[in-house]
């Protein structure tokens, strides 16, 4: 078993900055790109970023320059740092990875409960 837990979440005033955590635990041989999600109130979930195993990082345009993901391998987590934090931010962030469990060879999709971002004055 694999499971994601993320923590971090929490209300912040607009322009202000938040960091997210995600760490993946279980029966792990290999974690590789991990991501992070976002679903605000009446939407679909979007995709924010990913990062890949080697550290390689993307980002949606809606946070490009503004977010920042990056990793620990070493604990298998990845980081979300938020700034510049606007209104339309706020939304539950559920982190992503995909991993290869231990005994076996095939990458498997694993996502986390979700920590909710709420930017309000």
């Known amino acids: 078993q694999v499971q994601l837990v993320e923590s971090g979440g929490g209300l912040v005033q607009p322009g202000g900055s938040l960091s997210l955590s995600c760490a993946a635990s279980?029966?792990?041989?290999?974690?590789?790109?991990m991501r992070w999600h976002r679903q605000a109130p009446g939407n679909q979930r979007e995709w924010v970023a990913t990062?890949?195993?080697?550290?390689?990082?993307v980002y949606a345009d809606s946070v490009q320059g503004r977010f920042t993901i990056y990793r620990d391998n070493a604990k298998n987590t990845v980081y979300l740092r938020m700034n510049s934090l606007k209104p339309e931010d706020t939304a539950v962030y559920y982190c992503s990875a995909d991993v290869i469990p231990t005994g076996f060879n095939v990458n498997i999709n694993y996502w986390g409960q979700g920590t909710q971002v709420t930017v309000s004055s």
């Open positions: 279980g029966s792990i041989f290999r974690v590789n790109a």
């Open positions: 990062i890949t195993d080697g550290g390689e990082a």
